[in-house]
């Protein structure tokens, strides 16, 4: 299992960007994949996860909701997190993860192995 999460960068408060994640060794068909993040001297938190098994799932952290979205193309197995309106607070470096272990509409678990992340700074 490789996933590689690209298109972070530098925006200013309000900015949008939009991440990647290219996923090889298992397919999206049947399986959630997610997002999480870390902050300087913060632990990892989760941040959105989607599964279109169960008729569609998703999660996302109330830090998050109505600002970000979390969308698959199950052709290409590459996972998309569009983030709008950002704020200082979401600076951190973004992993994608899947399989995930565990997921519902209300918490997203993924115990690892870690990808390599991709750095989203938000200035003030």
């Known amino acids: 299992v490789q996933l590689q999460a690209s298109g972070g960068g530098l925006v200013q408060t309000g900015g949008s960007l939009r991440l990647s994640c290219a996923a090889s060794?298992?397919?999206?068909?049947?399986?959630?994949v997610g997002w999480f993040r870390q902050a300087p001297g913060k632990e990892r938190e989760k941040v959105s996860c989607?599964?279109?098994?169960?008729?569609?799932?998703?999660y996302y952290a109330d830090s998050v909701k109505g600002r970000f979205t979390i969308s698959t193309d199950n052709a290409k197995n590459t996972a998309y997190l569009q983030m709008d309106s950002l704020k200082p607070e979401d600076t951190a470096v973004y992993y994608c993860?899947?399989?995930?272990?565990?997921?519902?509409?209300?918490?997203?678990?993924?115990?690892?192995?870690w990808g390599q992340g991709t750095q989203v700074t938000v200035s003030s």
């Open positions: 993860a899947g399989p995930i272990d565990y997921y519902s509409d209300r918490d997203c678990l993924f115990f690892g192995p």
């Open positions: 060794g298992f397919t999206f068909d049947n399986v959630a």
């Open positions: 989607i599964s279109k098994r169960r008729g569609g799932v998703t």
